[in-house]
T-cell receptor
Framework: DAGVIQSPRHEVTEMGQEVTLRCKPISGHDYLFWYRQTMMRGLELLIYFNNNVPIDDSGMPEDRFSAKMPNASFSTLKIQPSEPRDSAVYFC????????????FGQGTRLTVV | AQKITQTQPGMFVQEKEAVTLDCTYDTSDPSYGLFWYKQPSSGEMIFLIYQGSYDQQNATEGRYSLNFQKARKSANLVISASQLGDSAMYFCAMREIQGAQKLVFGQGTRLTINP
């Protein structure tokens, strides 16, 4: 398996534009996590899915953020409209449902909003 | 609510010395897993080691070992014979097994190995 695949790797956008980040989890994994990493706030869990269903979105900072998982092999994180404070590295990770198994991370998307 | 605390923002260690990175946690779930990840300057998240709450022995993986003290709710990572390539950010994480299986991370510790 190629691992968790995120796209794009880098995104530079202007304030106010819509941004869509994409993630393809490892085949067979039934949990998918979205994280945001910044120097100030560290690694924050934004939302996670189990079997394509959102379980907890309490980490989503505000209504400008939304996430979907239309099928087991694809998820998106959308920011609309984007703001400079959204600049961060966004990670997607996937795992099996057993709590004792590690989550595998994608390479991350570095988002810069100017 | 589950919480992970790493109190050492940065650590500096001489090459070949052992180093201990601290991690404490809080949870009401009796069944949980503890993880350590390494993030080098290139940015990827690398899984290092896992400890289950019911495991009787401390986990080991090569030069990595986890000093698990359940009563104190601590899960410190020990790196033996440190190498220059160990310089990175290290994150402790916890996942409740009986609950919603949320995976949460601590703030991280930046480890620098000096030659």
């Amino acid at each position: 398996d190629a691992g968790v695949i995120q796209s794009p790797r880098h995104e530079v956008t202007e304030m106010g534009q819509e941004v869509t980040l994409r993630c393809k989890p490892i085949s067979g994994h039934d949990y998918l996590f979205w994280y945001r990493q910044t120097m100030m706030r560290g690694l924050e869990l934004l939302i996670y899915f189990n079997n394509n269903v959102p379980i907890d979105d309490s980490g989503m900072p505000e209504d400008r953020f939304s996430a979907k998982m239309p099928n087991a092999s694809f998820s998106t994180l959308k920011i609309q409209p984007s703001e400079p404070r959204d600049s961060a590295v966004y990670f997607c990770a996937s795992s099996f449902s057993l709590g004792g198994t590690e989550a595998f991370f994608g390479q991350g998307t570095r988002l810069t909003v100017v | 609510a589950q919480k992970i605390t790493q109190t050492q923002p940065g650590m500096f260690v001489q090459e070949k010395e052992a180093v201990t990175l601290d991690c404490t946690y809080d949870t009401s779930d009796p069944s949980y897993g503890l993880f350590w990840y390494k993030q080098p300057s290139s940015g990827e998240m690398i899984f290092l080691i896992y400890q289950g709450s019911y495991d009787q022995q401390n986990a080991t993986e090569g030069r990595y070992s986890l000093n698990f003290q359940k009563a104190r709710k601590s899960a410190n990572l020990v790196i033996s014979a440190s190498q220059l390539g160990d310089s990175a950010m290290y994150f402790c994480a916890m996942r409740e097994i009986q609950g919603a299986q949320k995976l949460v991370f601590g703030q991280g510790t930046r480890l620098t190995i000096n030659p």
